[in-house]
């Protein structure tokens, strides 16, 4: 009898271990699945999502499609752009037929943990000499949560741009400056959506339609522009 009232309570005592395992294995897992805010983040990470977002980033490739209608006009446009190796490659097709560019270019982000960012982008003449410098900076925070549009808490980052300033050369080496917010009093509030953040890897979607309307009564028109695509960067 003894032996058996042991042998009954050894079984119960490892089915209770394998019950409390499976419990701490499934919240384990419900917590690492929780950590996930962009569609293809990792399980877990030990650092926060500010922390893994904090530093320099380098655009090391894209792929975009940007198409632009207007009413009343059958001159449909659309743009693709493939950047690798530091070369983007631009591809743009209308009515009149098909124009492909190369030339180096290079995008910079840094978001730094008081809050401010700064974006660096730098494009160059096919012969290798720089074409234009654009520093762009402002504050930037994580969205919240939003049902109505389906996005997760940290999914996307906003950006309010405060100041936007452009260094334009001519091939001859000669430069001039526009600022978009001195001279126009221009300033601009977007999101972009982190597709994939882990402490070495950023990666944006690119999902955008824009409307502008243009003229009055008869005389109004509509254009769309939308864009789609995948940005990779690398931190530095």
């Known amino acids: 009898m003894n032996n058996l009232l042991i042998l009954i309570l050894y079984y119960t005592n490892l089915m209770l271990k394998n019950?409390?395992?499976l419990l701490f294995i499934s919240l384990i897992t419900m917590t690492f699945n929780g950590c996930k805010k962009g569609e293809n983040d990792p399980s877990f990470s030990l650092l926060s999502r500010k922390?893994?977002?904090t530093g320099q980033w380098e655009m090391t490739t894209m792929e975009s499609t940007v198409v632009t209608s207007k009413t009343g006009?059958?001159?449909i446009s659309t743009?693709?752009?493939s950047f690798a190796d530091g070369k983007l490659t631009t591809t743009y097709t209308d009515t009149n037929g098909t124009q492909t560019l190369t030339r180096r270019y290079v995008t910079n982000y840094e978001f730094q943990k008081n809050g401010k960012f700064n974006?660096?982008?730098?494009?160059?003449y096919e012969t290798g000499?720089?074409?234009t410098e654009q520093n762009i900076a402002g504050t930037w925070f994580f969205n919240t949560k939003n049902k109505e549009l389906e996005q997760k808490n940290k999914e996307f980052v906003s950006m309010n741009i405060t100041s936007n300033k452009t260094i334009s050369y001519y091939e001859n080496g000669t430069a001039f400056n526009i600022d978009l917010n001195a001279n126009?009093?221009?300033s601009e509030l977007s999101s972009i959506q982190l597709n994939r953040l882990t402490n070495k890897e950023l990666i944006l979607t690119l999902d955008e339609a824009i409307s502008t309307q243009f003229g009055t009564g008869n005389n109004a028109s509509t254009s769309f522009h939308t864009k789609i695509g995948v940005q990779t960067f690398t931190k530095k």
Do not use: M, P, V
């Open 129 to 131: 000499t720089k074409r």
């Open 79 to 81: 743009t693709t752009q």
């Open 73 to 75: 006009s059958n001159n």
């Open 184 to 186: 126009f009093g221009l």
């Open 119 to 124: 974006i660096l982008i730098e494009d160059y």
């Open 19 to 21: 019950i409390n395992t």
């Open 51 to 53: 922390a893994r977002l």
